[in-house]
């Protein structure tokens, strides 16, 4: 699905670029991980959204990813409205310190991973129950899972 950067605010999308560009030791190395050992989960890095640019986002899993430095101790609340802004649109926000990234990149990589499998269950049988009906295979006794607003 192709995304519209179009509402934006101005430079948004040269910033994100900047931001690729000028990766961290940590962010470059979870770019990396999240490519060799998590191909199916689709990330893309340093993603305008909004006012934001997220470190990673999944689209399909509603799932941001920030890797955050020791800049960011003094920055709690600065912080705290980007995953605010995120949850409002429906995205599950995970943060981990760089030194997280650096001496336990499995850990990090197990988490993300959970995360983007419960995302992706939680879709997918919403997505089995709706091709069942489609199918005029329903039974009127089946209970079918109902979509969260953010699959809406």
């Known amino acids: 699905m192709m995304r519209n ?3 934006l605010p101005s430079g ?3 910033r994100a670029k900047t931001l690729r560009r000028n990766a961290t030791e940590a962010e470059k190395r979870l770019w990396n991980a999240l490519r060799e050992k998590l191909p199916e989960a689709k990330f893309r890095r340093q993603v ?3 006012p934001y640019v997220a470190d990673f986002l999944n689209f399909a899993a509603k799932l941001v990813i920030e890797v955050d430095g020791a800049t960011h ?3 709690t609340e600065q ?3 980007r995953t605010r802004y995120f ?3 429906g995205y599950h926000v995970l943060r981990f310190w760089n030194h997280e990234v650096m001496e336990n990149l499995d850990g990090v990589l197990t988490q993300i991973s959970l995360s983007c499998q419960v995302e992706r269950s939680h879709v997918s049988s919403f997505e089995e129950g709706g091709a069942k ?3 005029g295979e ?5 209970t079918h899972p109902t979509p969260s607003p953010s699959h809406a």
Request: no cysteine; glycine share 4%.
């Open 5 to 7: 950067y179009r509402d």
């Open 12 to 14: 948004s999308v040269n």
């Open 48 to 50: 305008p959204h909004g």
């Open 73 to 75: 101790a003094e920055r």
């Open 79 to 81: 912080d705290a409205a």
């Open 87 to 89: 949850k409002a649109q």
């Open 133 to 135: 009906r489609r199918k």
């Open 138 to 142: 329903d039974d009127p006794n089946a």
